[in-house]
């Protein structure tokens, strides 16, 4: 090969050896699959709750207890466990699967999801109001917020919806 097909194939092969390059660069770090990873902490989160696994979801939450710890002053304020317990079976959570993700927005740690909730019977969960209070229309949607922990996992901020 003489200088001058040298510097052809040269020519050739740092074009596509850039293409490469950029191309890796965005498959790393990319919001999509941290949204997904996001994402996917959120619904089990919100399925180990429904199906009365919460153990596991201790291990996904990373809000605040202090609603639950004072709805249930007979329980230890650490037991995270019986507080779910009882959040979903006994204070009004209505601890059900998500079923469709409406809206995510990035936020400096996380993400704050805009979803809607599954019934057992696998409608949307619909909220018309409580205590003599109906609403024109009922809410359907409901934001969840999640955050990165020290440990790079996301962990769900936001409790599941309220029913009195």
């Known amino acids: 090969m003489n200088g001058r097909e040298h510097f052809s194939n040269m020519k050739k092969i740092i074009p596509l050896t850039l293409l490469a390059i950029l191309l890796a660069a965005c498959f790393v770090g990319n919001p999509q699959s941290n949204q997904d ?21 201790v291990t996904l939450y990373g809000g605040e207890y202090e609603n639950l710890a004072g709805w249930n002053p007979d329980l230890s304020p650490t037991d995270y466990a019986s507080l779910w317990q009882r959040g979903c079976e006994q204070n009004g959570l209505v601890c059900m699967e998500v079923m469709d993700v409406v809206n995510a927005v990035k936020t400096e740690n ?10 057992k019977d696998g409608e949307r969960f619909e909220f018309y109001g409580c205590c003599g209070e109906t609403f024109l229309e009922p809410i359907t949607e409901y934001a969840i917020a999640l955050e990165k922990d020290e440990d790079g996992n996301y962990k769900v901020l936001s409790p599941p919806p309220y029913v009195p």
Do not use: D, I, P
């Open 37 to 57: 990873l996001a994402e996917q902490s959120m619904r089990t989160f919100f399925s180990t709750l429904a199906s009365g696994q919460y153990s596991e979801a």
């Open 110 to 119: 996380g993400f704050n999801f805009t979803v809607t909730f599954k019934t």
